[in-house]
């Protein structure tokens, strides 16, 4: 496995440098991959820099989340031309009578919405930050929130997007006998310890059990004291309140093609089939009610797909980030580094860790768990580790990337959701996240010695 040695984490050392004093995420990325270049090819770098633009257009991957947000861009904006999402948020401001409540309702919804983390990002994000709002809820600890919840839900349970590619990650591995990728899945969500202690930390904050701590207390407490929940000078243009004597549609109009798209998308286990079918959904009920025309729903299809742009470039720029990523053997080089001092009872903690700064410094996680996969696994075959140990590390690792990774697109979705800086995110949320990764450090570590 060749590598460049510590220059292999330049260039995401200067992308994270960068994106704490810049304040932008895709400017960042994309001086990271200059960066990568340089450092791979020298004086000739800009030829490949360009074609790993190229590459990460031409990606399979990369074309399908195009795809996918810019089509949630589209359904989110039918919602609010419908005002749909605001018949939803009406509804929920009858049992979200206080503050806590609010939040316990946004945890819960969450925890509803278990089909995807894109899913859950969304439409969690731009149901509940109109309840939040009325109740001087900081819209960056909603963010957190509903990154806490999003992406950890769906690896606990084992009906989702996340657990069915894992489940496929087992089989393709060896890990689970073929057919039975799902039940050994099943048997590893007790090892599971990021987002089962993620899950459990939101709730204890969300009921005040459990004070904040880091730069999100003063944020919440600056939200509460002021009224204002955007960090000053980072206010969306458009108008986010609910007129309490304004009649909205019935709120129907916005659960059933929700439900359309977490039900399609189980049974085809295809987001994008998801979403065409909510689409379908919208426009044959919206039609059909006079609530909107074709023309009209056309055109905010178009301009729903167009707010996504922003969310598709950071995608993409890290996508062609990780073009040097690998040309400059930067999971070689994380493995490498205590490959020869692992054994069998420290691997798990070990795998955990590593995986997750890897995958952490690509930005894209299910492409980096797919490679990562095959190469861990043998190598825990060969040290006789508990399998189903060390792939649930694996699971974690990339589970703790999607919520800690701030120019990732799960952060970034939940961002544009609830109109937070993707920076903002970082400061606020990261001391937080800290504390589940932590203490699952703790349980693989323990684990590891406790199920040889």
Known sequence: MEHMGILSLLPITVVITLAILTKRTMSSLMIGGVVGAILAFGTGFFSP???????????????????????????????????????????????????????????????????????????????????????????????YLIMAVGTTICIVVPFSTWSAFFAGLY?????????????????TIPFMFFPIAAIIIAFLIVVGILPVWGPMRKEIARAADSGQVFIPGHEPTTDQSIDPDEKYPHFANFIVPIIVLAVVTVVTVEMLYGIMAALATCFIMYVSQKM??????????????????????????????RVFNEELGLAPFVISMVYDILNPAILPVAVFFLISVMIFAAGTFWGMAAISFPVIIPVAEAMGANIPLVAAALVCATAFAANACFYGAEVTLACSA??????????NALPIIAAPYIIAMIMFAIAGHMFP
């Open 49 to 143: 820099w360009v074609d790993s633009m190229y590459w990460a257009l031409s990606n399979g991957t990369w074309q399908w989340m195009a795809l996918v947000c810019g089509l949630f861009g589209s359904l989110v904006a039918l919602f609010q031309v419908t005002k749909s999402i605001k018949s939803f948020s009406s509804v929920a401001l009858k049992f979200a009578t206080s503050r806590k409540k609010s939040l316990i309702g946004t945890f819960l919804v969450g925890c509803a919405v278990f089909v995807d983390e894109w899913l859950s990002a969304l439409v969690v994000g731009h149901a509940m930050k109109r309840v939040t709002d009325k109740f001087n809820v900081s819209r960056t600890f909603l963010c």
């Open 171 to 187: 089989e393709s591995t060896n890990v689970a006998p073929i057919g039975q990728g799902t039940a050994v899945y099943i048997s």
């Open 292 to 321: 909107i025309t074709v023309h009209e729903f056309c055109t905010a299809m178009l301009n729903g797909f167009k707010d996504m742009i922003g969310v598709i470039g950071i995608v993409f720029a890290a996508f062609a980030l």
């Open 418 to 427: 609830t109109d937070v800086r993707n920076t903002d995110y970082a400061k």
